[in-house]
C-alpha cells in the first residue's frame, strides 16, 4: 500500500513557473513509476508526465514537454514536476500516482496508487 500526498499547487500568473512535490509513504519508492496527470474542469483527465524508478527514463505529454521537467529524490520518496511559462490551459487539479509493475505508463488505468490532487490556477 502506498500513499501519496501533492502539494505545491497555488494561483501564478501566466508565465510564472511551479514546482509540484509528491510525497509517498512506505519503503519501497524506488519500484513504483511515478506519474503526474491533471484534470480541468469538464475535461478528462489526462498524461503529464511520468519517470522511472531509478529517474532515469522519463516521458511527457507533448503540450507540457518544452516547459516540464519530472524528478524523483528516492531518498525522499518524493516526486516532483516542475512547470515553467505556464499557460492558462494549465489550470487543473494535478494528481501524483503511482504503479508497481511495468514501465513508464501514459495511461491513467494503468497506475494503482493517487494522491487527493493539489489545485494549479493560472491567471492572465
Known amino acids: 500500500q502506498v500513499q501519496l500526498v501533492e502539494s505545491g499547487g497555488r494561483l501564478v500568473q501566466a508565465g510564472d513557473s511551479l514546482r509540484l512535490s509528491c510525497t509517498a509513504s512506505?519503503?519501497?519508492?524506488?519500484?513504483?513509476?511515478m506519474g503526474w496527470f491533471r484534470q480541468a474542469p469538464g475535461k478528462e483527465r489526462e498524461f503529464v508526465a511520468t519517470?522511472?524508478?531509478?529517474?532515469?527514463?522519463?516521458s511527457y505529454a507533448a503540450s507540457v514537454k518544452d516547459r516540464s521537467t519530472i524528478s524523483r529524490n528516492n531518498a525522499k520518496s518524493t516526486v516532483y514536476l516542475q512547470m515553467n511559462s505556464l499557460k492558462l490551459e494549465d489550470t487543473a487539479v494535478y494528481y501524483c500516482?503511482?504503479?508497481?509493475?511495468?514501465?513508464?505508463?501514459?495511461?491513467?488505468?494503468?497506475?494503482?496508487?493517487w494522491g487527493q490532487g493539489t489545485q494549479v490556477t493560472v491567471s492572465s
Open positions: 500516482a503511482a504503479r508497481s509493475a511495468g514501465g513508464l505508463g501514459t495511461a491513467s488505468f494503468s497506475y494503482d496508487y
Open positions: 512506505g519503503r519501497t519508492f524506488s519500484r513504483y513509476v
Open positions: 519517470i522511472s524508478g531509478s529517474g532515469g527514463m522519463t
